[in-house]
């Protein structure tokens, strides 16, 4: 399709809960990109692939959080033991090129997650 | 490591009047590229335009133009004419190498 398709829009979860969330890429982008965004400020970087491998997870907490994109399946990023703090809108977005190019990326339209 | 600064918090222009938001960047990279996006209050992510670090001329898209002054490290964003619906929130953002970093964004309201 032509828009990156994220589910669910919304998701509560206890403290302590595992949340998981799920990005379907626009067909022929090969590079998937997840953004935390806190309070509508500014984004922090998680992770991107490339197909279904690890681009760059420099942003990623690696103790709770995990992400996958693989073949044929939703890309997903997962949240163990969710904390207060994780309480945000997760945007994922595709591209048809790494980072620096005249395409931009194009944005799914979030998951707010809530943790109580 | 890249870097991104939007000194403004909010900014207010008149309706049909021009406006410029200020955006400042660092790194590393030789080769990088340069973006603006659109959050209005719904929040969606809009791209608005993009400027390559080797691009000789300055970005224009419709009312949006990109001020891009490589020895400054400076790329603001000038909406011309501006409309009602340009009220939203406005993110400067450097790309290179495998990721996109933004800035904490400038909130424009633009009145009637």
């Known amino acids: 399709g032509e828009e990156v398709a994220q589910t669910p829009k919304h998701l509560v979860r206890g403290e302590g809960q595992k949340a998981k969330l799920y990005c379907a890429p626009i067909k022929g982008h090969s590079y998937v990109f997840w953004y935390q965004q806190v309070l509508k400020n500014e984004f922090k970087f998680l992770i991107s692939?490339?197909?279904?491998?690890?681009?760059?997870e420099t942003g990623m907490p690696k103790e709770r959080f995990s992400a996958k994109c693989l073949p044929n399946s939703p890309c997903s990023l997962e949240i163990q033991a969710t904390k207060l703090e994780d309480s945000a809108v997760y945007f994922c977005a595709s591209s048809q090129s790494r980072a620096a190019s005249n395409y931009g990326y194009t944005f799914g339209s979030g998951t707010r997650l809530t943790v109580v | 490591a890249q870097k991104i600064t939007q000194t403004q918090p909010g900014m207010f222009v008149q309706e049909k009047e021009a406006v410029t938001l200020d955006c400042t960047y660092d790194t590393s990279d030789p080769s990088y590229g340069l973006f603006w996006y659109k959050q209005p209050s719904s929040g969606e992510m809009i791209f608005l335009i993009y400027?390559?670090?080797?691009?000789?001329q300055n970005a224009t898209e419709g009312r949006y133009s990109l001020n891009f002054q490589k020895a400054r490290k400076s790329a603001n964003l000038v909406i011309s004419a501006s409309q009602l619906g340009d009220s939203a929130m406005y993110f400067c953002?450097?790309?290179?190498?495998?990721?996109?970093?933004f800035g904490a964004g400038t909130r424009l309201f633009v009145k009637a």
């Open positions: 400027q390559g670090s080797y691009d000789q």
């Open positions: 692939f490339q197909n279904e491998n690890v681009f760059d």
């Open positions: 953002a450097i790309g290179g190498g495998f990721k996109t970093i």
